[in-house]
Nanobody, 119 residues
Framework: QVQLVESGGGLVQAGGSLRLSCAASGRTFSSYTMGWFRQAPGKEREFVAAIPGSGFSTYYADSVKCRFTISRDNAKNTAYLQMNSLKPEDTAVYYC????????????WGQGTQVTVSS
């Protein structure tokens, strides 16, 4: 079992920055691919970014490329999402998730953290 707890959300003006953190419990954090997803009001949840256990590669949705950076610190069992040049359309609840090596989908999800970007 892996428990995930997000933090770092809040209210920011357009053009500002926030860094989200996702703290994971468990002994095998480095074996999980970590992902960030978001869900805006009235919309479906969408993929934002992902990073495999090694941290040697990263993947982003087109809408956040060059603005968001995903990273992880396996020694601290924590994944991060640095969000720069925020736009009002980035407003959503952001969730982190963990996917095991043998899984086709994300197995564990956090409770989410609200990010609101004002214009």
């Amino acid at each position: 079992q892996v428990q995930l707890v997000e933090s770092g959300g809040g209210l920011v003006q357009a053009g500002g920055s926030l860094r989200l953190s996702c703290a994971a419990s468990g002994r095998t954090f480095s074996s999980y691919t970590m992902g960030w997803f978001r869900q805006a009001p009235g919309k479906e949840r969408e993929f934002v970014a992902a990073i495999p256990g090694s941290g040697f590669s990263t993947y982003y949705a087109d809408s956040v490329k060059c603005r968001f950076t995903i990273s992880r610190d396996n020694a601290k069992n924590t994944a991060y999402l640095q969000m720069n040049s925020l736009k009002p359309e980035d407003t959503a609840v952001y969730y982190c998730a963990a996917k095991g090596k043998a899984s086709f989908s994300y197995d564990y999800w956090g409770q989410g953290t609200q990010v609101t970007v004002s214009s």
